[in-house]
């Protein structure tokens, strides 16, 4: 699948895209010509599909930037003045929201968990109790971090139980896990291009429930990300207020087309959840142990622990694979030396298998040589 021979990306992002995609920047397109303001428009439209709800309820607005840079509009956009912000925390992304708050002066509550494990509901529900002047509640839904993936239509329930305005983060999950927002009740979901749909680098989009998005008026501590105004100008003119990455959305319609080809969220679900068990399976039988619990991971991506062998050194280990064509990522985590597997991107078996193959050479390269996991043993595949 990856025919430009460029190494394979197992992370979190950038990631993998196909020819065709990258095929389709290779043109010149004026951001307030009718054929850029058509396009932006239906891309915003399919977002709208994607959430599995109608543009009655909901609407989308493309950011400039990365996936940060969304997140960042929603969090200094949405709440107002007088707001306050509960921030369910269980990895470096949610941590990341806090320091986004923080700079904002906006007032904030923090739930932390552990990073392998869920946010408690009932402490949750506690707390939207105990705090009534809390106005709205942000969650990661992947937590890249780990690959964890939290209860979000649970704790939406939730949230809307008790009348509050709801926040996810779905980057590293949106086209690949089915999110009816509507059903999860959420208010603003971010995502970018360059995660599950397949895109390149270079814009975010919000998903927003139009009365939560109408509420923000005003509240903006930003010029460049002030979420209200950026949905102003598309649904006005169909344009950008500052240059938008012209040949970046030209790639992502491309990328809807080839999601939709795929079989939309499901049948990308079901490739990704291949490339994960496959990297299981095998990982496992090598000797690698996944730091996750099995009924938390997700198949986006997955966390393996540092073996415990003194000839380990993840950055050898990290550059002969690099070498051989496979690019992996590091870890993130507060308390545990990991590294993380994508299995996200345009990545098929054959490019799984690759991975495979370069692991265990590499390990046989630097005289490494482990024990078989249980998992390996439990569910043993060929
Ligand atoms: C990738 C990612 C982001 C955004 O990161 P950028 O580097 O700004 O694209 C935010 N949250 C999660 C959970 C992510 O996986």
Request: hydrophobic share 40%; aromatic share 10%.
């Amino acid at each position: 699948m990856n025919t430009w021979k460029d190494k394979a990306l197992f992370t979190p992002g950038p990631l993998t895209t196909s020819r065709t995609v990258k095929q389709a920047m290779l043109c010149d397109l004026g951001s307030r010509d009718t054929e850029f303001i058509q396009m932006v428009r239906e891309i915003r439209a399919q977002l709208i599909k994607l959430a599995m709800t109608s543009e009655d309820f909901y609407t989308s607005v493309l950011m400039q930037g990365s996936g940060t840079f969304g997140i960042e509009s929603v969090i200094s956009s949405a709440i107002p003045t007088n707001g306050k912000l509960l921030i369910l925390v269980n990895g470096a992304y949610g941590e990341r929201m806090t320091h986004m708050a923080k700079i904002h002066n906006i007032e904030m509550l923090v739930q932390a968990c552990p990073e392998n494990q869920t946010p408690d509901l009932r402490l949750l529900e506690n707390t939207l109790i105990a705090n009534p002047d809390i106005s709205h509640v942000a969650v990661v839904h992947c937590e890249t971090t780990t690959g964890i993936i939290n209860p979000i239509g649970e704790i939406g329930r939730l949230v809307n139980t008790y009348k509050r305005v709801y926040i996810v983060d779905a980057m590293s999950s949106f086209g690949a896990y089915p999110i009816p927002v509507e059903d999860f009740k959420i208010d603003f979901l971010i995502s970018s291009s360059n995660k599950c749909i397949e895109g390149v680098p270079g814009f975010s989009f919000i998903i927003a429930r139009i009365e939560a998005l109408k509420a923000c008026k005003g509240n903006a501590r930003t010029l460049a990300m002030d979420l209200f105004s950026q949905w102003e100008g598309l649904e006005k003119s169909g344009q950008f207020r500052f240059t938008p990455p012209v040949q970046v959305i030209r790639a992502f319609r491309q990328a809807l087309v080839e999601l939709e080809d795929e079989g939309g969220v499901y049948g990308r679900a079901e490739r990704y959840r291949q490339n994960y068990v496959l990297t299981l399976l095998h990982l496992t039988k090598l000797g690698f142990i996944p730091y996750l619990p099995p009924e938390n991971r997700g198949y986006t991506i997955t966390s393996f622990r540092y073996p415990d062998y003194p000839k380990f050194n993840f950055e050898e280990f990290y550059q002969r694979l690099s070498n051989k064509g496979c690019v992996i990522y590091p870890g993130k985590l507060s308390h545990a030396d990991c590294f993380r597997i994508g299995h996200i991107g345009r990545l098929d078996q054959s490019d799984v298998f690759l991975l495979i193959s370069a692991i265990r050479e590499t390990l046989s390269d630097m005289e490494i040589t482990l024990e078989p996991q249980e998992e390996w043993v439990k569910t043993g595949v060929a």
